[in-house]
């Protein structure tokens, strides 16, 4: 199974432009999340793929595997299909799974990565695979910036939003607050398959692509980590995630 990962990322973020090259303890973001997915003994090789060349030449100067791709990328999961094929004739060797992780996840881990992609070796009808978290706070369960997941009793989604699911209006005391965190295995074939479904209403709605998927019929298997984490779409969420990440073992290994 020849398994690779490709982190999307560009310099112009609706909501925090630059985010990629933000410094965490004098490491730009996009570097933690390149070293610490590359971590994964699960993956064969890791790039970012992007379209800036100021990305380009810090991967370079990092000794960063880097994939120019174009700039009319609206989406990650296109970014990313495009550096796939660019990976595969770069190497002449064609993928299985690609796990796509968001340039904004500098805590992931890389037993988050292993246990992505482990419900796809093991049922190959899974597809695509997203990871959650538990959710601690009202804030994060109100933040809009933060998607939440419902699933059913497979741990297959139900519903993804950017508003608080399930519902806390009727007066219960406590329900499963989950959060998806942005590291996405797709099988290869199904990638690029994903990406020639016409958009859904509900993903322009809530700006979640996985919508897609639940919208055309099919399935996103769920898988829970126990990792905490941070995504980065906010200065804010930058101030507290170097916090966080001060005493943190793996950046030891590349910082």
Not at 50 to 68: F, P, S
Not at 90 to 97: C, E, V, Y
Not at 177 to 192: A, G, S
Not at 229 to 251: E, H, K
Request: charged share 25%; hydrophobic share 40%.
């Amino acid at each position: 199974m020849h398994i690779i990962a490709v982190i999307p990322a560009r310099m112009g973020s609706s909501r925090y432009p630059g985010k990629p090259l933000a410094l965490i303890h004098n490491v730009p973001m996009v570097g933690h999340v390149a070293f610490r997915t590359a971590m994964s003994k699960t993956l064969a090789a890791t790039y970012v793929a992007t379209c800036d060349v100021i990305i380009e030449n810090y991967c370079r100067d990092a000794n960063l595997k880097c994939v120019m791709t174009g700039a009319q990328h609206t989406r990650c999961s296109t970014r990313t299909a495009e550096a796939l094929l660019k990976i595969e004739a770069l190497t002449g060797k064609k993928a299985d799974i690609v796990v796509m992780v968001q340039g904004d996840e500098p805590m992931v881990t890389p037993e988050m990565i292993d246990d992505a992609v482990a419900p796809m070796l093991r049922d190959p009808a899974v597809n695509v695979v997203n990871l959650m978290a538990d959710i601690d706070t009202m804030e994060e369960f109100e933040d809009p910036n933060e998607v939440k997941v419902v699933t059913d009793r497979f741990d297959n989604a139900v519903y993804f939003s950017r508003e608080p699911i399930p519902s806390r209006k009727k007066g219960a005391d406590s329900v499963p607050m989950r959060k998806q965190v942005c590291v996405i295995p797709f099988r290869r074939d199904y990638l690029l398959r994903f990406n020639e479904m016409e958009e859904s209403p509900l993903e322009i709605y809530e700006s979640v692509d996985m919508l897609r998927v639940l919208e055309h019929g099919e399935k996103v298997r769920m898988v829970r980590t126990m990792c905490r984490t941070w995504s980065v779409d906010t200065p804010q969420d930058l101030a507290r995630v170097t916090r966080l990440m001060g005493n943190d073992a793996l950046m030891r290994a590349y910082s």
